[in-house]
């Protein structure tokens, strides 16, 4: 059960078996009426693992999508898919072992359509003798922002093989010695943009903002260097804000103003749709965003507060 502030509604992530595990979606204005949700307010189907979820090679089962947890964060939907590797229950109770999970980034314009580009676990099981070897699960707020960083709290089970039985059952072994971690993330560094030695440029979509002063997220500290420049409808520099005129950034930054030789006030861009382009040679791009004053404030929203 999340709330998703892009659309003002309450969702109901509800486990389904249409491709062996998976979900179906509710969603509803009340948090409290949503969650009395019936078999005849026709949930519908949403989400599932694919064919790009790669199965464990020591496992060999198919992959299926066990939870989503989702939040907002700055400018979208902040996902987990939980992907069930295997083995199934019962295989694991007679050894004593968690069920195999791993914790993978999704995104999401609306909250109903995800994202996954990058499929690699995130947060993996270990698939060891240690206290998250297996069951990792995210927590419904998924990450807090803590300064430069992100912190996501999880949880790891790493079962018993001394009370393995033959019966699938709580008392198995395999939900034993549970546990919660902390795993930390660059704030905003789920992608970057990156370029080496040879000068490289990232033109953004159309945007509109209603901001002043250009920020960026971005890793410049050696022997690099970061520019900034404003284009029109037409694809055209704006003579101000032209890459020229840009005072370039350098260092390894969450939150560094850009500006401009006379200047980094925006105002006279308000409500027109821009084209930003960033030049950066020997560094890395996380993020950028258009803030009310010199403090940076994205005006975004903070995930789990």
């Known amino acids: 059960h999340y709330y998703n502030p892009f659309r003002k509604k309450w969702v109901q992530s509800i486990r389904a078996y249409f491709r062996a595990r998976s979900r179906l979606y509710s969603e509803s204005d009340d948090f409290l009426s949503g969650a009395s949700w019936t078999p005849d307010d026709a949930p519908v189907v949403w989400a599932a693992a694919d064919r790009d979820d790669i199965p464990d090679p020591k496992i060999g089962d198919t992959p299926q999508l066990y939870n989503i947890d989702a939040v907002a964060y700055e400018s979208l939907m902040l996902g987990i898919f939980e992907i069930h590797r295997g083995p199934v229950n019962d295989i694991c109770a007679r050894a004593g ?26 947060i993996p099981s270990e698939r060891r003798d240690v206290w998250d070897r297996g069951y990792v699960q995210s927590v419904g707020g998924i990450c807090l922002i803590r ?21 699938e059952t709580v008392n198995s072994g395999m939900y034993d010695r549970g546990a919660t971690g902390l795993a930390f993330l660059r704030r905003d560094g789920f992608a970057s943009m990156d370029a080496g030695s040879t000068t490289s440029t990232l033109t953004t979509r159309p945007v509109t903002f209603s901001g002043k002063h250009l920020f960026v997220n971005a890793n410049v500290a050696l022997a690099g260097r970061l520019r900034a420049a404003i284009l029109d409808d037409t694809g055209t520099q704006i003579s101000h804000y032209s890459l ?61 507060g």
């Open 244 to 304: 020229q005129n840009s005072i370039p950034c350098s260092g390894d930054s969450t939150i560094q103003q850009m500006g401009w030789n006379g200047g980094s006030d925006l105002s006279a861009l308000k409500g027109k749709a821009v084209r930003f382009l960033f030049e950066v040679t020997n560094g890395s791009l996380y993020a950028f965003w258009v803030s009310r004053d010199e403090s940076g404030r994205s005006d975004g929203y903070v995930a789990a």
């Open 147 to 167: 300064g430069d960083k992100l912190w996501f709290y999880y949880s790891g089970f790493k079962g018993n093989p001394d009370k393995a039985t033959n019966v």
């Open 97 to 122: 072992m968690p069920k195999t999970t791993d914790l993978n980034f999704a995104y999401s314009r609306n909250g109903f359509h995800w994202s996954r580009p990058d499929r690699r676990a995130h």
